[in-house]
């Protein structure tokens, strides 16, 4: 059993930063590949972001050059997000998963275990 805490998320203007953190725990949590998504009300749940347990990451083209995920120790995961726009407002969620497919790597579906989220809202 994987157990996900996200934290860090609160309300910005538009140009700003947060940085969200989960902390992770579980037995074998280190065997997990990690990541970010993000919904908002009445859509899909976007994928954004995705670290596996070599290192490798991969990105949405959404955020691409404005949001850097890193991971301390195996275990705690964290979204370094910068120049925030208004349409980055979201429940931003952490997720953590071990399927061996490597197709559609971002895709909700990639990921096992899923913390309660934490809200991100960006005025203009």
């Known amino acids: 059993q994987v157990h996900l805490v996200e934290s860090g998320g609160g309300s910005v203007q538009a140009g700003g930063s947060l940085r969200l953190s989960c902390a992770a725990s579980?037995?074998?949590?280190?065997?997990?590949?990690m990541g970010w998504s993000r919904q908002v009300p009445g859509k899909e749940r976007e994928g954004l972001a995705r670290?596996?347990?070599?290192?490798?990451t991969y990105y949405a083209d959404s955020v691409k050059g404005r949001f850097t995920l890193s991971r301390h120790d195996g275990r705690d995961l964290y979204l370094q997000m910068n120049s925030l726009q208004p349409e980055d407002t979201a429940m931003y969620y952490c997720?953590?998963?071990?399927?061996?497919?490597?197709?559609?790597?971002?895709?909700?579906?990639?990921?096992?275990?899923w913390g309660q989220g934490t809200q991100v809202t960006v005025s203009s």
């Open positions: 670290i596996d347990t070599d290192g490798n």
């Open positions: 997720a953590a998963g071990r399927s061996r497919s490597t197709t559609d790597r971002l895709s909700s579906r990639m990921f096992s275990y």
């Open positions: 579980g037995y074998d949590i280190g065997t997990y590949y």
